[in-house]
């Protein structure tokens, strides 16, 4: 069973920046970030395999979002800027059994709690 916690959201004002940070309790493979609003399903926001190699995003996060990996940490990071209303979300980290990064919430085993971003106009 691995643990995730999640770190790093809060309030800030469109345009701004966060950086989402989640710690894993043992050897994390292929990871993950989705999110959530209340009343919609959980939407993929990126991800990367155990190498870092290879990334995957959201059409709506590409070029804004970049997601990275400290494995020695067993840790996922998120940088987020230009941030828009609409990414107002809970931000979850999630980890697969599986090296490769994957863009599906149902290929991840282990999820975080979720870590609030709130992006003010």
């Known amino acids: 069973q691995v643990q995730l916690v999640e770190s790093g959201g809060g309030p800030v004002q469109a345009g701004g920046s966060l950086r989402l940070s989640c710690v894993a309790s043992?050897?994390?493979?292929?990871m993950g970030w989705f999110r959530q609003v209340p009343g919609k399903q959980r939407e993929f926001v990126a991800s990367?395999?155990?190498?870092?190699?290879?990334?995957y995003y959201a059409d709506s996060v590409k070029g804004r979002f970049t997601i990275s990996r400290d494995n020695a940490q067993n840790a996922v990071y998120l940088q987020m800027t230009n941030l828009r209303p609409e990414d107002t979300a809970v931000y979850y980290c999630a980890v697969r059994n599986s090296l490769y990064a994957h863009t599906y919430a149902s290929g991840y085993n282990y999820w975080g709690q979720g870590t609030q971003v709130t992006v003010s106009s």
């Open positions: 990367i395999s155990r190498s870092g190699e290879t990334a």
């Open positions: 043992g050897r994390a493979n292929g």
